[in-house]
């Protein structure tokens, strides 16, 4: 990791110790009475076979929500309401009555915003920048129900997507009942020298602090990873690199002993804050690779998890099954045998589905000299896993296929018995929209942040240039959007080149897409594009860090909050006052309600608006916004530096796409 040495400055020096632990988050860790949700206890990270429930699972056919959700939904929208109205009436919206306009439609929650959050892939570069955002957008936040700020959005929200770092931000929230982010970054680190959660000085080759909840030594940590990956194969089921990874993720992203082996994706269904609206919908998603395929293609199917299922809107597969039944053998859209399989939806082993990106990880484990590094067990078993897997298929996590058989004509899998899911982002999209833009959700406005490494080796030297987005990942879903084949009604903004991007500054400060609702394929949302920038940190780490001491860490939150605040409003003081046009652009078309002019301005600024230039563009290397926040970097972790750089290097040669 390379970093400039940076001038500190006060405002920014201030805002990162603003992690203070506000009482409504106590209140609701207190107010759990039970508060985990390890629904595999006791049997941790094993799956379990046992009979079917007497109404056996079945794949549903994607022609609708489920029931679930949409019962869901009636409640959740209730609940936004009243955060909404707090958040537009905040916002100066001038010549528009925020608060009677919510009045007026309350009995109607759908003519009211529905907002949906993106949080593309891009490691932990992704989850920290991601939640810097979400941190600005959380009414928990201090200060973040201030005139013209943004807290309170993500009460607004209805759906929350992650990929790949961006799964390891939406679920290690909702594995820790939907803490705050200011919650994590305050843990107490003095008495062990380290909190339980996001300790990332101490990456997974390390092993976690042996303080808090966290008990193991490193060695017991190695030999922890490989009793709970053995088990699950010795109950029967194919394990991959993925089990290590997502078990060795957990230790970071779940709050209980050992990273919480026992706690699974469907369980989120079952908490109390969960089934009474307070939260949006969290959806991971992955991607789906054809059998002997090796490269991702944009028409791959997108596969999205969700709390009650997992399946995929896409004309191919068109399915879903019950999440919690996951790892059951199904045929022609019924579960094989009367013998259901749970406990397979482990939350680490979900979002380590999402990033299998960085399986390569654990690739460089092989046949290192590891004495005093690994315990012999640990690489004894992922070598055999190498040794099991061509090296093209290191990348994959390996699923009992629930579609087999199903949706014959299209379903490139449906004869596999084997379902291989691939990191998020491996089809370009590394933003996941693909659930967001579904015509049945109706998502109004998209907020899609961007944390892609899309600039590369143009200036190698300039360590300033590379690891920033430029659209691409927007592109990609627009084309997807329309290829009549894969669209299957969805409608997506248009999106201009690369190049325009550069050349119009569009990657470097938020933009709107697709503002007039009148010129549009189809119904779809307006996207406020969110690219990662240097606000008061050079946020442009490498996908491929796997080690961030606090300060770092908390700097990159910082840079995310500094953008999605856009310094507090010192860049714009009208930045709030936007975000809130952007949010009501839909439902005012909707409800027939004119447009005020300040919102016109907004718009006039933050749209793009059709113009193209797409000569090839000047060498971007993006300065500093606002002062930049003073940094210290460690001296500790230089072996997994070492090793992380190693890593760069391995995957960079294999991957197939920049993230
Ligand atoms: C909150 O805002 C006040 C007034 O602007 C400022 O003095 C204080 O430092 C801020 N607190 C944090 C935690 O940012
Ligand atoms: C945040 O919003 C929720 C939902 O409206 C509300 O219940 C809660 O009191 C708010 N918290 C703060 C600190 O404003
Ligand atoms: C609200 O916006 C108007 C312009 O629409 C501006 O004149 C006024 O100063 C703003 N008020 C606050 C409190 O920012
Ligand atoms: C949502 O609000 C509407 C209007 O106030 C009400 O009729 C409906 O019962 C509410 N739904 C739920 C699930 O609370
Ligand atoms: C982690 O779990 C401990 C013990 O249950 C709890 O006290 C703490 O608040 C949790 N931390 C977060 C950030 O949720
Ligand atoms: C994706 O496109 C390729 C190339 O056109 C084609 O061979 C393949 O069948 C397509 N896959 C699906 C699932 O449509
Ligand atoms: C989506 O795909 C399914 C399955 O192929 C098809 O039945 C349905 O009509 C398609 N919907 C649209 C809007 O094209
Ligand atoms: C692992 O190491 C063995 C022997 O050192 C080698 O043959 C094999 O190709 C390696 N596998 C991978 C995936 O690097
Ligand atoms: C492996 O590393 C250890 C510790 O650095 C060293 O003592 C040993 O000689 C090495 N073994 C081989 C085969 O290189
Ligand atoms: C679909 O394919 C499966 C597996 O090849 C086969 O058993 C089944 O009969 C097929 N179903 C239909 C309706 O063709
Ligand atoms: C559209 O999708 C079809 C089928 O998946 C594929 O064969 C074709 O190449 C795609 N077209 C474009 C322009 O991407
Ligand atoms: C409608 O959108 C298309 C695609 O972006 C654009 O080329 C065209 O100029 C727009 N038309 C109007 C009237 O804005």
């Known amino acids: 990791m390379k970093f400039s040495t940076l001038l500190p400055s006060a405002s920014a020096a201030t805002l990162l110790t603003a992690v203070d632990v506000i009482p409504h988050e106590v209140q609701l860790a207190n107010s759990l009475v039970n508060r985990a949700f390890p629904a595999n206890a006791p049997h941790g990270y094993t799956p379990q076979t046992g009979n079917c429930p007497s109404n056996r699972p079945t794949v549903r056919a994607a022609n609708g929500l489920s029931p679930q959700e949409t019962a869901w939904l009636e409640v959740r929208r209730n609940a936004t309401i009243q955060p909404m109205r707090d958040l537009l009436g905040r916002l100066n919206i001038t010549g528009l009555d925020t608060t009677s306009y919510i009045n007026n439609h309350q009995n109607n929650a759908s003519a009211l915003p529905n907002i949906g959050i993106a949080v593309s892939g891009g490691g932990y570069r992704a989850m920290l920048n991601g939640a810097g955002i979400l941190e600005a957008f959380d009414n928990r936040t201090s200060n973040a129900t201030s005139a013209g700020q943004l807290g309170g959005l993500l009460q607004s929200t209805t759906y ?21 982010i200011d919650s994590i970054l305050a843990q107490d680190t003095s008495a062990s020298g380290s909190g339980d959660l996001w300790q990332l000085g101490n990456d997974i080759f390390t092993g976690p602090a042996t303080g808090g909840i966290q008990l193991l030594s490193s060695v017991g940590y190695y030999s922890a990873l490989q009793s709970a990956v053995s088990d699950k194969q010795g109950a029967g089921f194919d394990i991959s690199l993925t089990d290590y990874w997502g078990r060795a993720l957990s230790y970071q992203l779940v709050n209980a002993t050992d990273g919480g082996p026992a706690f699974t994706w469907s369980s989120i269904a079952e908490q109390d804050w969960f089934t009474s609206g ?8 992955a991607d789906s690779r054809a059998p002997g395929e090796v490269l991702i293609p944009s028409n791959t199917t997108v596969f999205t998890f969700n709390p009650w299922e997992f399946g995929t809107f896409d004309p191919t597969v068109y399915g879903f099954i019950p999440m919690q039944y996951v790892g059951t053998n199904f045929s022609a859209g019924t579960t094989r045998s009367d013998q259901c399989v749970t406990g397979f939806d482990n939350v680490g082993f979900v979002m380590g589905t999402s990033a299998t990106l960085f399986n390569e990880a654990l690739t460089t484990i092989n046949g290192t000299n590891s004495t005093g590094l690994f315990s012999s067990a640990l690489q004894n078993g992922i070598e055999a896993v190498l040794a099991g897997f061509g090296s093209s298929d290191n990348d994959i996590a390996d699923y009992p296929n629930p579609f087999y058989g199903y949706h014959n004509q299209t379903n490139p899998y449906a004869v596999s018995r084997q379902l291989t899911l691939v990191d998020g982002g491996e089809d370009l999209q590394n933003v996941p929209l693909h659930p967001l833009i579904q015509p049945v959700r109706h998502v109004d406005v998209i907020f899609a942040i961007d944390s892609s490494a899309d600039t590369n080796a143009s200036l190698p030297t300039n360590a300033s240039a590379t690891g920033w987005p430029d659209g691409a990942s927007l592109i990609a879903t627009y084309e997807r959007s329309l290829n009549a084949t894969m669209e299957n009604g969805t409608a997506f903004p248009a999106i201009p080149d690369t190049n325009t991007f550069f050349n119009l500054g569009l990657n470097n400060r938020p933009t709107f897409f697709g503002c007039d609702p009148a010129n549009q394929t189809g119904p779809s949302p307006i ?105 210290t970097t460690s001296g500790a972790g230089k072996l997994s530096k070492s090793l992380s750089a190693a890593l760069a290097g391995a995957i960079a040669a294999a991957a197939t796409s920049l993230f």
């Open 278 to 285: 307070s939260t949006p919908l969290p959806l991971i998603v």
């Open 160 to 180: 929350l997507s992650g990929l790949s770092g961006g799964s390891w931000l939406v679920g290690s929230l909702y594995a820790n009942n939907f803490s705050s």
């Open 527 to 631: 996207i406020i594009y969110m690219p990662n920038a240097p606000y008061v940190y050079n946020s442009n780490t490498s996908t491929f860090d796997l080690s961030y001491n606090d300060t770092e860490r908390n700097a990159m939150v910082l840079n995310g909050y500094n953008g999605a605040t856009q310094g507090n409003g010192t860049l714009d003081k009208q930045w709030g006052t936007c975000v809130g046009c952007a949010i009501l652009s839909r439902s005012l078309h909707r409800t027939d309600t004119a447009v005020p002019d300040v919102c016109t301005q907004c718009f006039s600024r933050y749209c793009w608006d059709g113009t193209t230039n797409s000569t090839p563009p000047a060498n971007y290397i993006p300065a500093m916004k606002l002062d930049a926040v003073s940094v």
